[in-house]
């Protein structure tokens, strides 16, 4: 698989990792020998980047992933930290960070977390600097390597990027969410600050797998979260309605390579941006983590792609998403 740098951490990943959610919580329940079956697939198919989160499942993934990787030095774990708490600016201090980052660490089982990102915080935390004292105390006590931030906004984004610590930011890129291209990815470039894009199948709508007759369970986000009635909304499906969404993959569908699914024609697309360091889809068993690792292996796709994923965004998703985030 093919390796990119987080220039600010001194480490490579392969372009395709792991986004942990699933093994938490929120996707409907995945045992725990599902969880390492899947972990284990997506290492083995070149996967060294893993994604989750103090808040998945309270903890859950990070208590899986910490057995996981005990005798896996080579991987790098990403987590994030913020959202245990009521969501303001003043919960964000040194004390809790500690608090937090202790946590992450014991559910981990390690003694420095490669990097942790605030968990898209109030757009404030963003631009104080107290915030960033407080992280960059925390890399000075060893308690983590590195820290970043996931956004929900590309101004949340672009404020991050200039502060000089922050060594990452993780953003909603997918062909149903195209503005972190105009100057995020740019931004992110020019600093040397890593890209994490997330959510790249927009809740498995860019699969393929869905038509107007599925349904998911009571405990699937994708059920509960449909408006943004637990969370923000553009975590569910991108923010995109899901019919809308539907007919954009239609549209799309013409464009796939035949050696290639929906979904893998999807990552590959994120994976086109040069900037993008590492694309981190979720996966519920071995064989989706599989299928998705092996999008690293097609070409890259043709300009007549790219030009009908401008065009399908333009017309159907644009004036839902694009002024939003």
């Given amino acids: 698989m093919e ?37 284990a697939a997506a290492v083995d198919s070149g996967v060294t980047f893993i994604d989750t989160a103090d808040v998945y499942g309270d903890g859950r993934s990070e208590q899986v992933i910490g057995k996981f990787i005990k005798d896996r030095p080579q991987l790098t774990v990403a987590t994030k930290m913020g959202r245990r ?4 600016p003043a919960n964000y201090t040194l004390d809790n960070f500690r608090a937090w980052t ?62 000089p610590g922050t060594a990452s930011v993780q953003i909603i890129l997918n062909a149903l969410r195209l503005k972190p291209l105009e100057r995020v990815l740019p931004a992110a470039a020019a ?31 994708r059920t509960y979260n449909r408006h943004g009635e637990a969370f923000d909304v553009g975590e569910t499906f991108s923010g995109v309605d899901f019919a809308s969404g539907l007919e954009a993959v239609r549209r799309l569908l013409p464009h796939v390579p035949a050696e290639a699914t929906m979904a893998q024609f999807a990552l590959r697309w994120i994976i086109d941006q040069p900037a993008v360091t590492v694309v981190i889809p979720g996966a519920r068993n071995a064989d989706q983590a599989r299928a998705n690792a092996a999008a690293a292996d097609l070409a890259p796709l043709g300009d007549e792609a790219h030009a009908a994923v401008r065009s399908v965004y333009d017309e159907l998703i644009r004036p839902q998403v694009h002024d939003r985030w």
């Fill in 3 to 39: 390796n990119r740098s987080f220039a600010r951490m001194g480490r490579t990943v392969g372009v395709i990792g792991l986004g942990a959610w699933q093994l938490g919580a929120d996707w409907g329940s995945v045992s725990e020998e599902d969880a390492f079956d899947t972990l």
């Fill in 85 to 88: 708490m009521p969501q303001e």
């Fill in 102 to 163: 202790d946590r992450s660490r014991a559910n981990l089982g390690v003694d420095t977390l490669d990097l942790v990102q605030l968990h898209c915080p109030p757009t404030p935390v963003f631009s104080t600097g107290a915030v960033y004292d407080a992280l960059d105390t925390l890399v000075q006590e060893k308690r983590i390597a590195a820290y970043g931030v996931s956004v929900e906004k590309v101004d949340e984004a672009l404020a991050a990027i200039e502060r």
């Fill in 191 to 221: 600093a040397g600050v890593g890209v994490i894009a997330r959510v790249p199948l927009a809740s498995g709508l860019l699969s393929g797998r869905y038509d107007e007759h599925t349904t998911f369970s009571a405990d699937d986000h």
